[in-house]
Every structure is written in C-alpha cells, then in structure tokens.
C-alpha cells in the first residue's frame, strides 16, 4: 500500500484575488483513461501549504470534497497526494502543512466532523512518511485537523500559536463547541 | 605555514516545540492542539514504511 502514486502535472498556478491563501497550485492526475483528479493546493503566509483533491467529475458538487467514488484506489491517490507535497516541499525547504480530514457525505450517509475516517487514515500516512527528525506532528481528533510542522522553525511555539491563529480567523468552522 | 584560524561554530538552541498549543480566537473560544509524542508515533508507525521526507 501507499508504494506508488499516479503521474501528476502542474496544470495552473495562480495568485487569487479577494482570497485569504496568496497562491494556489493546481494540479492534476488520472486513475484511469476516464478519470482525472484535481489538487489544488493552497499557500497561506509563513509558508503553510493545504492540500485538497477531488475527482473532476466532482467539480460543481459543493461536497466535492467530502465524497467517497467506490473506484477503491485510495492508497495511490493519498501517494501522489503525498508526492505533490514532496514536490512543493522540494521547492519550499521551509514548507510546512496542514489539512482537515473532511467528514464523508454522502447521500445516505453523514459523517460527524471528529475523528473522521479520512483523518484516521491521513495521520496514519503522515506519521509513516514524514520523519519526526524534520517535521512536528500536531494534531486535534475533535476538529479532524493535523499540522505538520517543518523542523526549520526557530520558534515553533510561536509559528504554532501564529498558524493555528490564522485559520481559525479564516475558517471559524474550526473552533470546537 | 600560517595556520588557519577556527571559528568557533555558534551553538544556536532551538526553542523546544510544546507538547500542547492553546489559542484565544477571535470570538473567545479556545482551539488546542497536541503533538503526537515520540511513543505514540511508534504505536502508530508501520516499520515496513520508510520515510519520504
């Protein structure tokens, strides 16, 4: 599992305006003849680069993210997930990321926002692939959100403090109740 | 032969990372988050993995 991603390409990168991150990236990737994916990731300040993906055929569902395709390719599309932050991260020596393990909707089905199935397997994958020798894993089941800090900070109590500040200005959705 | 003068190489600490991070937001609420510890992360880990990054 998780040995092989697809091939990827960076289709698009833009500088958004009215937007809260200052760049996107978008990338794409097949599973198949038929089907493509989209990643955009987003760079916020301070270097903070969140990954998101979705199959194409996706595009104009506002649950984009949140659904499950039954295509049961799962691991090599979390790899070239993973291979797109190695790329950015190549780019970026000071890189670090962050993601929210979105809650699963689907018509029958309604996941709750904590400790989702997605943020289960993706900290999994992150504490597999990403040594503790260069990146600080910090994480919150209630929220389903993870950090992944790169080892270059200085201060990391304070980038931490900083980083969590700005996006729970951004997405207030992130606040526990 | 002159020698080459050393320069001492300046041990610059790293601040320590913190187990947990609390924040005040905005509207008043606070937001934690831990790290995974060391011990946790070899419960977690698959050896047959190896690191990327």
Same mark, same amino acid.
């Given at each position: 599992m998780f040995d092989a991603g697809y091939k990827f390409s960076l289709i698009q990168q833009n500088t958004p305006q009215h937007k809260d991150w200052i760049r996107e990236y978008i990338f794409q990737f097949r599973t198949s003849a038929?089907?493509?994916?989209?990643v955009i990731v987003e760079e916020y300040p301070s270097?903070?680069?969140v990954p998101k993906f979705y199959p194409s055929s996706e595009k104009n569902n506002p649950n984009r993210f949140a659904v499950l395709?039954?295509?049961?390719?799962?691991?090599?599309?979390?790899?070239?997930i993973i291979d797109i932050m190695l790329f950015?991260?190549?780019?970026?020596?000071e890189a670090s990321f962050a993601?929210?393990?979105?809650?699963?909707?689907?018509?029958?089905?309604?996941?709750?926002?904590?400790?989702?199935q997605r943020y289960r397997i993706y900290k999994n994958v992150m504490l597999n692939f990403f040594s503790e020798d260069n990146w600080l894993h910090y994480d919150d089941y209630v929220t389903s959100t993870y950090l992944l800090i790169n080892?270059?900070?200085?201060?990391?109590?304070?980038?931490?403090?900083?980083?969590?500040?700005?996006?729970?200005d951004i997405y207030p959705e992130l606040e526990s109740e | 032969m002159e020698a080459v003068k050393k320069t001492k190489k300046k041990n610059v600490k790293k601040a320590k990372a913190p *187990?947990?991070?609390?924040?005040?937001?905005?509207?008043?609420?606070?937001v934690s988050m831990k790290q995974i510890?060391?011990?946790?992360?070899?419960? *977690?880990r698959n050896p047959a993995y190896k690191y990327l990054a």
């Open positions: 038929r089907k493509r994916y989209i270097q903070v680069f395709t039954d295509e049961y390719k799962a691991s090599r599309i979390i790899r070239t950015i991260y190549q780019k970026n020596s993601w929210l393990g979105i809650a699963t909707i689907m018509k029958n089905k309604k996941e709750g926002k904590s400790f989702t080892k270059s900070q200085q201060e990391p109590e304070q980038f931490l403090k900083k980083v969590i500040k700005m996006f729970t | *187990l947990v991070v609390t924040v005040k937001t905005a509207r008043g609420n606070t510890t060391p011990s946790e992360i070899k419960a *977690l």
